[in-house]
């Protein structure tokens, strides 16, 4: 059986020309020292939870293909669907086969793959019945018993980082986006810089994935608690962090060392749950 959605939902325009004319998110997890946080930790906790190699990975809204690059270098059979036509185009390149395509209406048949990643589509859904749609898409098209991740954006992080650039004290129009996202989880586009976004809060997170019918659901903070301190040291000096700097080293092992505290989950920048069909 495939997918019940014959004609696939539109895209917001606003979304598309976001990431199709506005930034480049090729560069996002390799140009600063935060996005280079936020790989490395994504890295090693899906890495924790994959099965083995040559399974086959879905990587839902995968965008231009920076989690495809290295499943593909792991070994993975890896198949990326993304709404946005400059990303396909980009992950071409990474050696996955690539499909233009919407997380809340995948093409692929029930139970066609091992593990499925959902890394960006629930930061642009802004209704709850959309996120659950995609999670259940996710469900449908990964075997029983597989590995459905889904990353989220945590609900503070406008705060901490707006902190970071000195933002929140300086930019009216920053204070009161943050404001907004504070109080509903919701970005309007044009503001702050940003598109279209929701950000989660760990709880709404983990209750969406088990109201897709999902198991054993498991949230961690991927950057975990010091992520801040790499953007108000890169904003602030001009320089950029290499990975190999101490303070990078530092907050690397500061998220390593939070995972065990719930409470330490909503400082993190985004949020990675992990579960079972």
Sequence with gaps: MTSTHEIPPAIAPEILAFYGETIDESERLTSTAD?????VRTQELLRRHLPEPPARVLDVGGGP???AQWLVEDGYTVHLVDPVPRHIEQARETG??????????????DGTYDAVLVLGPLYHLLQRKERLQALAEARRVVRPGGLVAAAAIGRYAS?????ATTWLGTKQRVRDAVVDILSTGIHVPGRKGFTAAYFH???????????????????????????GALK??????????DSDSPLFASALEAARLAEPYPEL???ASHMLAVARA
């Design 35 to 39: 996005g280079m946080l936020e790989m």
């Design 65 to 67: 293909g920076a989690h």
């Design 96 to 109: 996955a086969t690539v499909e233009l395509g919407d997380a809340r209406a995948l093409t692929a048949d």
């Design 159 to 163: 705060l901490f980082e707006h902190t």
């Design 201 to 227: 809060t760990a709880d709404q997170l983990a209750e969406e994935m088990t109201t897709a019918g999902l198991n054993g659901v498991s949230v961690y903070g991927i950057e975990g608690p010091a992520w």
């Design 232 to 241: 108000a040291a890169e904003q602030h000096t001009g320089a950029r962090l």
């Design 265 to 267: 989950l909503s400082t």
